[in-house]
């Protein structure tokens, strides 16, 4: 069954510096999404692409985080500089279309120390 | 900005009890709705959904879900739980091109 891919799995890094996941989605699937989860909260949606264009990155903290999916398949998500505040559960998810079921990634465990 | 509602965070049940999830949106248009679980160490995944049509819907593991369009509720029912359905429970809906989740349900079932 195909699964949505995630890398790393999990990472540790000390404020100020920058950090970078990475998504690979199912293949076929147009939609792609970020979300962040903490611990104890549900998703909250970062960035939603369809293809290569951005169509809501309206919880997207600009200042500091920022995401591409250049070629409209796989998708990084950047923040710089890392924050305490970033601790969290990345996590990424396809969909065939914007409106379909989500199909979600393993998640990167971000700690910021 | 519409929201998802779910209550009672943690819940606490013995094998082949009953259990019901509330979950109340905000949006007053048209919806799509979902109800996702995430076990222990495994990744978030679909339950069920509802589109349209009949208002019940089920889904895997035996359980189901009603769609009360006047209560903007979607409910989450499993008649009897077994101790593998100890997970994380999270609805999530769709109103203008929108996805927002609630904060979900920790569910634990003692053997």
């Known amino acids: 069954e195909a699964e949505v891919a995630q890398s790393p799995r999990y990472k540790i890094t000390e404020k100020s510096q920058a950090v970078a996941f990475w998504c690979d989605p199912i293949?076929?699937?147009?939609?792609l999404y970020w979300y962040r989860q903490i611990l104890g909260q549900g998703p909250e949606l970062l960035v939603q692409?369809?293809?290569?264009?951005?169509?809501?990155d309206s919880q997207l903290p600009k200042d500091r985080f920022s995401a591409e999916r250049l070629k409209g398949v796989d998708s990084t998500l950047k923040i710089q500089p890392a924050e305490l505040g970033d601790s969290a559960m990345y996590l990424c998810?396809?969909?065939?279309?914007?409106?379909?079921?989500?199909?979600f990634g393993p998640g990167t465990r971000l700690t910021v120390t | 900005a519409q929201s998802v509602s779910q209550h009672n965070h943690h819940v606490i049940l013995s094998e082949a009890a009953s259990l019901e999830l509330g979950c109340n949106y905000s949006?007053?248009?048209?919806?799509?709705l979902f109800w996702y679980v995430q076990y222990p160490g495994q990744h978030l995944q679909l339950l069920l959904k509802?589109?349209?049509?009949?208002?019940l819907v089920k889904g895997i593991k035996g359980f189901e879900a009603e769609f009360i369009k006047s209560k903007f509720s979607f409910n989450l029912r499993k008649p009897s739980v077994q101790w593998s359905d100890t997970a994380e429970y999270f609805c999530?809906?769709?109103?203008?091109?929108?996805?927002?989740f609630g904060k979900g349900n920790q569910v634990v079932v003692i053997p």
């Open positions: 949006y007053g248009g048209t919806v799509n």
């Open positions: 999530a809906v769709i109103g203008n091109n929108r996805l927002a």
């Open positions: 509802y589109f349209s049509g009949d208002p």
């Open positions: 998810a396809s969909s065939l279309a914007a409106l379909h079921e989500q199909y």
């Open positions: 293949s076929g699937h147009a939609t």
């Open positions: 692409f369809q293809d290569e264009s951005v169509v809501d």
